[in-house]
């Protein structure tokens, strides 16, 4: 039985940019097993400890996501962390359909 205030972890497996090849875009989407969020509702869940989200690479490290503030009135993003260190292991994920 899960607790009242159990937090889901959830996977992440695909991503959704405006413009894919840009480095400097923002993501707009993360996606799993019949979801999609924005990226703003992402951002929302994991500050309201709702629900937590990571991915699991290629080899099979898994990766959290974590909300980065930038500051100086730009916006949020998202990125994973792993292994000690922030990395973009969300941009190598596939586009959600």
Do not use: Q
């Not at 951002?43 to 974590?66: L, M, P, Q, Y």
């Not at 100086?72 to 190598?92: C, I």
């Amino acid at each position: 039985m899960m607790e009242e205030n159990a937090v889901a972890d959830v996977r992440v497996t695909c991503i959704t940019k405006t413009n894919r090849d840009s480095a400097h875009e923002h993501l707009t989407h993360l996606g799993g097993s019949n979801w999609k969020w924005t990226r703003e509702a992402v951002i929302a869940s994991i500050d309201n400890k709702t629900n937590t989200f990571h991915v699991v690479d290629a080899a099979g490290h898994r990766s959290e996501v974590g909300v980065v503030d930038p500051g100086h009135g730009r916006s949020m993003y998202l990125r994973t962390y792993g292994d000690g260190d922030w990395n973009n292991n969300l941009l190598a994920l596939p586009e959600c359909s």
